[in-house]
């Protein structure tokens, strides 16, 4: 189960921006002042979604409950974590750099409440969820708490890709997860793990082959449910800010698709651990200005197609077979217009 854990309530508005670590640590300011996410519609798969913070004032659309007698509309969080994944996604601060500022402050939260507390929830709901996200035009969504393998969450999230749409899914929190969780271990998931403040592994993030990205985890400030601020660990916070920079890239290049999205990201990543793509951060940890700065070559069609999430060196791989295949096409039907002239 991937959940944000160890929360604390924190007091007044005017110390919380100091408080939010990660803003420094990525350059939010510098991403920010290229990028801010405007148009992009990010789905919660959570608890709900409070809107009554002042930082989350028309940032959130009317959304769905889902469960056995569904009647909200996404707003009524009992519990705080889906409020929490929010306010890092799209927080949009408070006056004098006050309050919670999420990393795409210009984005549209849609939420899909398709848990009642963060420590379980139904499958069948997420599968929902996740198809009624695509069909309101999400064009990320964030699944910070995981679930227990089902068919129709798969196919799901293969619905998902086929839509044109970034999954984000936390890997999983340690010791309860030693290996990457549901759906996170899908292909054509973003997986993201976690790090401390020293861009370290944090001891609470599961690892595995699965991960693609690493995110900050640790000491996580955000807004709760009831107006109140909270901080914790977990890879729910890590998946929350790799779903804002993903906003930040779809805003600046409408244009790329998902596969090329997250390419953007695995390419720019700031590689750690061991040499290229390792089980604890994946590709490594996200740069939201690199991200929207960097030259990335276009992905190869016919890859970009097979899935999101595709990594990098096999993308350049099927380029260099695309490559040697044309050549030799081309090189054969040269010599018959040769021989046939002759």
Known sequence: MTTVVGFQRLAAADSIRDRQWHLQALRISQAQAISRGAGVVV????????????????????????????????????????????????????????????????????????????FGGSPIDLADGIMWAIGQGAKVICIAAGT??????????????????????????????????????????????????????????????????AAPAVEIVSIGAFGKYVAGDGTSNATAIVAGVVALVRAK??????????????????????????????????????????????VVPSVASSGVGVPEERAGWSGVVWLVVGGGVLLVFVGLLIRRRR
Do not use: C, W
Not at 66 to 72: A, K, L, N, S
């Open 43 to 118: 789905a919660v798969t959570d608890t709900g979604v409070d809107d009554r913070h002042g930082e989350l004032a028309g940032a959130v659309l009317n959304g769905k409950e889902f469960g056995e007698q569904p009647t909200g509309n996404g707003k009524a969080d009992t519990d705080g974590h889906g409020t929490a994944m929010a306010g890092l996604i799209a927080g949009r601060g408070l006056p004098n750099n006050a309050g919670v500022l999420g990393i795409a402050p210009e984005a549209t939260i849609l939420p899909v409440q398709t848990l009642h507390s963060e």
């Open 253 to 298: 290049f409408p244009r790329l698709s998902a596969g090329e999205v997250v390419r953007r990201l695995t390419a720019t990543a700031t590689d750690r651990g061991k040499p290229g793509r390792d089980e604890e951060f994946g590709f490594g940890i996200v740069d939201p200005v690199a991200a929207l700065t960097a030259s990335v070559p276009s």
């Open 148 to 213: 227990s393998e089902y068919s129709q969450v798969k196919d799901a999230v293969a619905a998902a890709a086929k839509a044109d749409v970034v999954v984000v899914a936390g890997v999983g929190n340690a010791p309860k997860s030693k290996q990457v969780g549901f759906p996170a271990k899908l292909p054509g998931v973003v997986a993201v793990a976690g790090t401390d403040r020293d861009g370290n592994h944090a001891a609470i993030s599961a690892v595995g082959p699965e991960v693609v990205l």
